[in-house]
């Protein structure tokens, strides 16, 4: 047989390319260098730092209440559980005692955000593997609680509601009947979530068995939230290190033992029920009472070390401060979900096509700002 | 909240965390002043051997490194190591120093936990630490031309770029 073009021995050849850090998949400025042969991915290789603001530098020359107004530009989709974490680690250290009021208030609303962050991602990331409906569907559920934030805090995003020691001021009068009439909505609206994307074929076969981590790996490399629970991996700080009146609540911890990316989707689309739950048992039980204790007005740390986990949209987020007893901590630290979480993408994208490595981002569900910080 | 009752039988104090460590490497220094976690302080040349120990020995099973510090303390730089057990989920922190400042260095522990490849190259990138046997270690978010460590005390901040 003559040698032909299509019969030759053709020699398959690596070579890199850019992904980002203006792509939309990344939602973000993040830039991975793609070494890839053929459609085929050899190596992600992330490059951080094009929205680095240094927040853990800024934090030694700011006071603690400073502190809380810089940690809701991190992971800006959790920016309540962000100041929550703050909050919760300077009243540890001041042992003060908060009322339960502001305890449950700070639980409702930090699962209102975890609905609304987990709303975006359902409608980004159907979006992100061609979905585009789902960007609409999930936009207008969440633009319901950013109402209600906006009535109460006069914010919609980075809300900035915390402080050490309490909240700002004390809930809308509005907002427990608004709160109800969101869950009473959206128990109606999450199951044609399913209905539209979940059961899809399509969607499933660009999900199922696409960036598989086993368990082992998820903890060997830090995984946290949905995605560590994705891969049967139970991690859930809200059950080992309860905080604020999470210990008041009974919730199931969504866990999934696949590993792939619709095993992360159904773990997010579990969470979202559990997380109605817990509001519903909390809403009509606000106990009365203050919504602060007071606090001097600048705040001195005792000398030590200071350390608080808590659970975001994301993932186990910490907040490590050391002080030296002065007005201004020695060193902050914030260890956060989406950098460790980012940490296994190389692992799980090797070998799988270009569309994989979409889909497998889209499920870990990353915001650049917590990575860079 | 069933999934605590397991782990009551196999979680260890402080004290006996100290005790069974304390029998492994003698040199260590215990201390739970100032601090909500036990602490231990391990020399350079220990370390490796220390946190390959916390996570292999099925009675600590300190699996999950839950967050990586650099630290200045002023005159010696470090790192500070955060471990917690997924199966028994009790909680370690084991630091390290040096007042190598000008070439500081201590043994990489990607090995053991995957996630310190980000770490590490964090700390390398803000305190200039070096890590050892660490396969990529490079700056992470700065540039490649930039010129010192801007978390280090004595970094100078000469276009007041943080500091005002």
Redesign the interface.
């Known amino acids: 047989m003559d040698t032909t073009i299509a019969n030759s021995n053709f020699k398959s050849e690596e070579y890199f390319i850019n992904m980002g850090p203006q792509h939309p998949a990344t939602h973000g400025v993040l830039r991975l260098l793609l070494t890839i042969d053929g459609e085929i991915i050899k190596k992600v290789e992330p490059d ?2 094009y929205i ?1 603001r ?1 927040i ?3 934090c030694e ?1 700011d006071s603690y209440q400073q502190i809380v107004h810089l940690t809701d530009r991190m992971d800006y989709l959790s920016s309540h559980i962000n100041n929550e974490a703050v909050c919760l680690t300077v009243e ?1 250290a001041l042992q003060l005692e908060i009322p339960d009021r502001v305890k449950v208030i700070r639980t409702i609303i930090g699962e209102l955000t975890r609905i609304a962050s987990h709303t975006l991602w359902w409608g980004v990331m159907g979006m992100d593997v061609g979905a585009l409906t789902t960007y609409f569907y999930g936009f207008r559920d969440r633009e319901m609680i950013n109402d209600i934030f906006e009535e109460t805090c006069g914010a919609r995003l980075t809300m900035n509601y915390n402080i050490p020691g309490g909240l700002m001021f004390d809930i809308h009068p509005n907002f427990v009947k608004r709160t109800k009439e969101f869950i009473a909505h959206f128990k109606t609206k999450l199951p044609e979530y399913d209905t539209l994307l979940t059961g899809n074929v399509i969607f499933q076969k660009r999900m199922k068995g696409v960036g598989v981590l086993t368990k082992e ?1 998820a ?4 995984a946290s939230g949905p995605v560590g629970r994705g891969s049967g ?3 859930d700080v809200r ?2 290190h309860p905080y604020s009146a999470l210990d008041k609540v009974t919730f199931n ?1 969504a866990l999934k033992t696949e590993g792939d990316s619709f095993a992360r989707y159904q773990v997010r689309i579990q969470e979202m029920w559990e997380s109605m739950s817990i509001i519903e048992q909390l809403i009509d039980n606000i106990p009365e009472g203050d919504v602060q204790v007071a606090t001097n007005a600048v705040i001195k740390l ?6 608080q ?1 808590v659970e975001t949209a994301r993932g ?1 987020l ?1 907040v ?1 401060i ?1 002080s030296t007893g002065t007005k201004n901590p020695y ?1 902050v ?1 914030f ?1 956060s979900p989406g ?2 979480n ?3 993408l190389n ?1 799980i994208a090797v070998g799988g096509k270009i569309g994989d490595l979409v889909a497998s981002m889209a499920t870990l569900d990353l915001v650049i700002p917590d990575i ?1 910080r | 909240m069933d999934l605590m009752k397991d782990f009551k039988t196999e979680f260890m104090t402080n004290e006996a965390l100290q005790n069974l460590i304390s029998s492994w490497i003698p040199e260590l220094e215990f201390t739970e002043e100032g601090s909500q976690f036990l602490n231990i302080s391990v020399k350079p040349e220990q370390l490796h051997q220390l946190l390959a120990q916390l996570k292999s020995n099925t009675e600590t099973s300190f699996d999950y490194l839950f967050c990586l510090t650099g630290m200045d303390w002023g005159k010696e730089l470090g790192v500070i190591y955060h471990l917690e057990s997924t199966a028994h989920r009790h909680i370690i922190v084991v630091k390290v120093q040096t007042e190598d400042r000008e070439n500081p260095t201590f043994d990489s522990v990607c090995d053991i936990w995957r996630t310190a490849e980000f770490h590490e190259r964090e700390v390398f990138d803000f305190f200039g630490i070096k890590f050892n046997n660490h396969p990529n270690l490079k700056r992470l978010f700065l540039t490649d031309e930039w010129e010192g460590f801007p978390l280090r005390k004595d970094y100078v901040d000469e276009i007041n770029m943080v500091i005002k």
Do not use: T, V
């Open positions: 951080l730092g680095h240094s853990e530098k800024m020359r540890n790996d903890i060997s490399f830090g991996y139970s991690c059950k080992y911890e005792p000398k030590g070390e200071f350390y986990k186990e910490g490590y050391n060193r630290k260890r950098f460790s980012l940490s296994l692992h860079d």
